[in-house]
């Protein structure tokens, strides 16, 4: 039953997916950068913790809901591109910020916020609904098997989860943390025309794109 599902190429479209810049790895990057490996590692597991839950969401066919109410869809699109620009304007106020950096000694509640945040980022990205939407749609038959789903959902999840954190540790190493910090003002400028550019790419999509 297994032959009917083609697992390396879902795992290429799934990898493409991931590692294409978008809002989830420039805020792992960013809080990677700022705050450190822990803070960046703690987003990251919300991130794919947003990642696996459209994916088994759309194992089960809420997605399908979600495209046949297409209000469904806006609410949730209008809600990730304004908490988008909020970062955009987030980072933009850094950038404009004169000195240097100050790595924050974060209690360990900040953990679980960063982790909050990369899950409401995952949670309001419309690509990720549309990649799993489509994923299941179109590279799994119909009809497959629930141990079929489930290894789907399994090898995309554990691939992410790496890919995620990976770009948590690599940015976290230390002469990356220095060449950020000696260009802090510019990598906070170019995370807010990227958090703009994801918020009004969004504000602009369609959902038949």
Do not use: C
Not at 47 to 54: E, F
Not at 101 to 126: C, F, Q, W, Y
Not at 152 to 157: A, E, Q, R, Y
Not at 159 to 164: E, H, R, T, W
Request: aromatic fraction near 12%.
């Amino acid at each position: 039953m297994f032959e009917s599902v083609n697992l390396p190429l879902i795992l290429a479209a799934a990898f493409v997916a991931t590692v294409s810049p978008g809002p989830a790895t420039f805020a792992i990057a960013g809080t990677s950068l700022a705050s450190g490996r822990r803070y960046g590692l703690a987003l990251a597991t919300g991130v794919t913790t947003g990642s696996l839950t459209w994916s088994i969401a759309a194992a089960l066919g809420l997605s399908a809901i979600m495209f046949a109410n297409a209000w469904l869809f806006e609410v949730m699109r209008y809600v990730g591109a304004l908490y988008l620009m909020w970062l955009a304007i987030k980072s933009a106020s850094a950038a404009l910020r004169p000195g240097n950096l100050v790595v924050p000694s974060a209690p360990a509640r900040s953990a679980r916020k960063a982790s909050a945040r990369g899950l409401a980022i995952h949670l309001t990205n419309p690509k990720a609904v549309l990649f799993f939407g489509s994923l299941y749609s179109v590279g799994i038959p119909a009809g497959s098997a629930p141990d079929v789903l489930l290894l789907v959902i399994v090898t995309v999840g554990l691939q992410s989860f790496v890919l995620f954190h990976g770009y948590a540790v690599l940015f976290s190493f230390a002469p990356i943390v220095r060449g950020y910090t000696r260009l802090r003002r510019w990598f906070e400028a170019g995370f807010a025309v990227a958090f703009g550019a994801a918020s009004l790419k969004i504000l602009t999509a369609k959902l038949n794109d």
